[in-house]
């Protein structure tokens, strides 16, 4: 076989080759079924026990406490954007929105087609290059919930600290960063994820909600727009994306087999650091977006002095069989992401590559 690519896409992006290669053993005949996954009715107790084992091992690998539902929909994170201020945001009410990148200006402008969302903070005045400081945050009892965005993929910077809303409901769109690090789940009322970064392919969204918050939904939304009705069907309402479903759960697997997050969080940070390194001992050869403190375990954000030189950095790296490494479309430059499945191997001929690259060069 061909040498596995490194691969630093930002999403879809790496997933681990060990469940790819389960996944191919059972593709045809999924444990004795003599069919796939994907040939399955959604209602059979083989697909069930794939289901309710993903479940389970999510709620387990986060410690998730038995007040939270998790529940597997479609539309990407992007349509969490709208589901949450169409279930929880009325006509006039305000909502308080940290503001750290792209994804938050995306998530904002759904809220406004449903009341008042506003800046509590915004980092935008120096080009999302931080996470705005704890200090700096004021929020609103009257407020609906207050959104953030835990790692912000296409600036490279990341929540460390998570601030205390006390009673308004904090909800996080952890799309790039969850299942990387330990997160204490109780502190939010509403966590979601597409899945194509951390989690498995894309297709499925996950959503770990607070029970109480099931509540307060509106009761005007769609049937199928509408939290509850997946809650009350184990996200069975309708066929979920069972392959993607099956994925996920064969992912978690593996984190499992890994030594569960911690032993994952510690590899992101090693795997993170050589790059950081090979970039802060570069005597400004190629210099990071994010501020040292605001930086991303996951998405390593950086460019080099001279326009020309980085077109030819890019180049190179991808003719040495690096892929991925383009800055997004909106802010050019590069970056690497350095998600769970990334294996460190990656990530040290990354770092040798740029290192071989300024030697050439400077
Ligand atoms: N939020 C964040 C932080 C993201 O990185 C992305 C996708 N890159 C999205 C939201 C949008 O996700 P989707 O494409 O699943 O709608």
Redesign the pocket.
């Known amino acids: 076989m061909k040498q596995r690519a490194y691969n630093f896409n930002?999403?879809p992006s790496a997933l681990p080759l060990a469940v790819l290669e389960k996944a191919q053993k059972e593709f045809v005949d999924f444990q004795g079924t003599g069919m796939s996954v994907m040939e399955l009715s959604h209602r059979s107790a083989a697909y069930e026990e794939v289901h309710n084992q993903a479940i389970s091992r999510l709620k387990s690998l986060l410690s998730i406490p038995d007040q939270y539902e998790v529940l597997f929909l479609q539309g990407?994170?992007?349509l969490q954007f709208s589901m949450i201020p169409m279930n929880f945001l009325s006509a006039g009410q305000q909502a308080g929105y940290i503001m750290t990148g792209s994804?938050s200006e995306k998530a904002i402008k759904e809220a406004e087609l449903f009341g008042k969302p506003y800046h509590i903070a915004s980092s935008k005045k120096n080009q999302y290059r931080t996470i705005p400081a704890l200090s700096e945050l004021t929020f609103n009892e009257q407020d609906a919930y207050v959104h953030l965005?835990s790692?912000?993929?296409i600036y490279g910077t990341q929540w460390k600290e998570f601030p205390e809303t006390g009673n308004i409901p904090l909800i996080a769109?952890m799309?790039?960063d969850i299942l990387s690090r330990p997160i204490d789940v109780s502190r939010f009322a509403l966590i979601y994820a597409?899945a194509?970064k951390n989690l498995g392919p894309?297709g499925v969204?996950v959503v770990i909600i607070r029970k109480d918050l099931l509540e307060k939904e509106n009761s005007d939304a769609p049937t199928m727009l509408k939290y509850s009705t997946h809650a009350k069907t184990n996200s069975l309402f309708h066929t979920p994306p069972t392959f993607g479903i099956y994925m996920l759960g064969e992912v978690l697997r593996w984190v499992e087999e890994q030594g569960g997050i911690d032993v994952i969080t510690q590899k992101n940070e090693e795997k993170a650091k050589i790059i950081y390194d090979t970039i802060d001992q570069s005597h400004g050869f190629y210099y990071g977006h994010a501020e040292k403190d605001s930086r991303s375990l996951m998405n390593i954000t950086f460019r080099l002095n001279d326009e020309d030189l980085e077109k030819k950095f890019l180049t190179e790296a991808k003719e040495a069989g690096f892929v991925g490494l383009n800055g997004h479309r909106s802010v050019g430059g590069c970056r690497a992401s350095t998600y769970n499945a990334v294996p460190f191997e990656a990530c040290k001929a990354l770092s040798e590559f740029m290192g071989e690259f300024q030697q050439k060069n400077s």
């Open positions: 930002a999403g990407g994170a992007s994804w965005t790692n912000n993929t769109d799309s790039s597409g194509q894309s969204t």
